[in-house]
C-alpha cells in the first residue's frame, strides 16, 4: 500500500486512533490558509511544515521545516 501520512491518518482516525492533527495544503493559498487557522488556533507564530511525496524509503524525498513566520 502506498499512502501518504496524512491518508494514513485518516484512516487511523476511522478505527478511533488518536492522531496529530493537520492540514493538508497543495496550493500556495491553501497553506497560507492553513498558517493562519493554525496560528489562530494556537497562538503560535511559528510553525512546523511538512512536505510528503511517494519515493523509494525513509529520507528518499520530502522533509520537515521549522517556520518562524509566514513569510518564511
Known sequence: MNLHEYQGKELLKQFGVKVQEGIVAETVEQAVAAWNTIVARTG?????????????????????????????
Open 44 to 72: 503560535k507564530k511559528g510553525l512546523v511544515v511538512k512536505d510528503q511525496i511517494h519515493a523509494g524509503g525513509r529520507g528518499q524525498g520530502g522533509g520537515v521545516k521549522y517556520a518562524g513566520s509566514l513569510d518564511a
